[in-house]
């Protein structure tokens, strides 16, 4: 099967600027989650949706981040404005139905530089 | 609130010997745990889960509530283990996934 996608890989801003990341997940799967990855941490999850209903969004900074689900299919994130510690890999996720028992299946990232 | 721990950043041992990666966690709920693995160039991926009980790539791991340990083990390291591993907790249910900091793998052949 097909895994998920994102777009784009890379990504060079500066700061004040606004950026937006796409994620296509698994056909059928109706979880999808966006997680942030700073250089030398774990990912951290940022968003997380159920079909195309909010699940979690506690640690997502919502006065620059924000994410939405249509259709329950493909997912954007955005932020407006970057800020430099907004620098990380912005990972997409997707699991058939119910977390965490379903495996999360996640796609290649986009790195993100604001300068 | 749920928290995970890694204590080391870097592991080093020679192909052949025994490996075992550390992994505690914070959590006051019946915990699912989990090791992520990410080869070089690859995506993160599901390495193994305590609930399967299962062995992935001779890879083993034992929840200790006791301890709040799930450590990470295999008795001969492989030079094709070399990766970033990664532990992770969630509670049941729609909760959301914990990870650690991560510790890199380096098998020296």
């Known amino acids: 099967e097909a895994g998920v996608a994102q777009s784009p890989r890379y990504k060079i801003i500066e700061k004040r600027q606004s950026v937006a990341f796409w994620c296509n997940p698994i056909?059928?799967?109706?979880?999808l989650y966006w997680y942030q990855q700073i250089l030398g941490q774990g990912p951290k999850l940022l968003i997380q949706?159920?079909?195309?209903?909010?699940?979690?969004d506690s640690q997502l900074p919502k006065d620059r981040f924000s994410a939405e689900r249509l259709k329950g299919v493909d997912s954007t994130l955005k932020i407006q404005p970057a800020k430099l510690e907004d620098s990380a890999v912005y990972l997409c996720?997707?699991?058939?139905?119910?977390?965490?028992?379903?495996?999360?299946?996640f796609g290649p990232g986009t790195r993100l530089t604001v300068l | 609130a749920q928290r995970v721990t890694q204590p080391e950043k870097l592991l080093s041992v020679f192909k052949g010997a025994p490996v075992e990666l550390k992994c505690n966690y914070s959590?006051?709920?019946?915990?699912?745990l989990f090791w992520y693995v990410q080869y070089s160039r690859q995506r993160l991926q599901l390495l193994l889960r305590?609930?399967s009980r299962e062995s992935i790539k001779g890879f083993t791991a034992d929840l200790n509530k006791g301890e709040t340990s799930f450590h990470l083990k295999k008795p001969f390291a492989q030079e094709e283990d070399s990766a970033m591993y990664y532990c992770?907790?969630?509670?049941?249910?729609?909760?959301?996934?914990?990870f650690g900091i991560g510790t890199k793998l380096q098998v020296i052949p």
């Open positions: 996720a997707s699991s058939l139905d119910r977390p965490p028992t379903d495996t999360q299946y």
């Open positions: 959590y006051s709920g019946s915990p699912e």
């Open positions: 992770a907790l969630s509670g049941a249910g729609y909760q959301k996934v914990t």
């Open positions: 056909s059928g799967h109706a979880t």
């Open positions: 949706f159920q079909n195309n209903g909010v699940v979690d």
């Open positions: 305590h609930i």
